[in-house]
């Protein structure tokens, strides 16, 4: 059934995801491989997305306990870092991470947490919460 000398499995059942793959094939000519992960592809992204998770988690207990403001959360929710994020909204970095601070999120006006809610695809109310 599996080609053990594919790294891709050909068959639906092994995942839903398919890939496609370079290589070469054995008169040494490039081709292209169409296929589906297989279990090591679903484990390293699972591996991924747990460590993903766990920082969403780690950053949401700090956003509860009052040591981050929601803007942490929402940015690591939404895989970015301070750089993009400040990209996204047009603040510089530095105001970013300022903007981290629950204190001062406290203070910001409607128009800043608007550029926030936008780049988190996200109303402003919901801004202001974590879930």
């Known amino acids: 059934m599996d080609d053990p000398t594919n790294p ?13 793959l370079y290589s070469y094939d ?7 491989t169409v296929g589906f992960h297989g279990e090591p592809d679903r484990v390293i992204l699972q591996q991924a997305w747990d460590v993903f998770n766990d920082r969403i988690e780690n950053a ?4 509860i306990i009052g040591k981050v403001s929601p803007i942490v959360y929402y940015m690591e929710k939404n895989l ?12 510089s970095i530095w105001r ?5 601070k629950p204190f001062m999120f406290k203070r910001l006006n409607r128009k800043i947490l ?9 109303g402003v109310n919901k801004l202001t919460k974590v879930e």
């Open 60 to 63: 949401r207990q700090k956003v």
């Open 114 to 122: 608007q550029k926030y809610a936008d780049a988190f695809n996200i």
């Open 96 to 100: 970013v991470k300022l903007h981290f």
């Open 80 to 91: 970015m870092d301070p750089l993009s994020l400040s990209m996204l909204t047009g603040i």
């Open 26 to 32: 054995e008169n040494g000519k490039f081709k292209k």
């Open 8 to 20: 891709v499995y050909k068959d639906q059942r092994h995942g839903k995801s398919r890939e496609l």
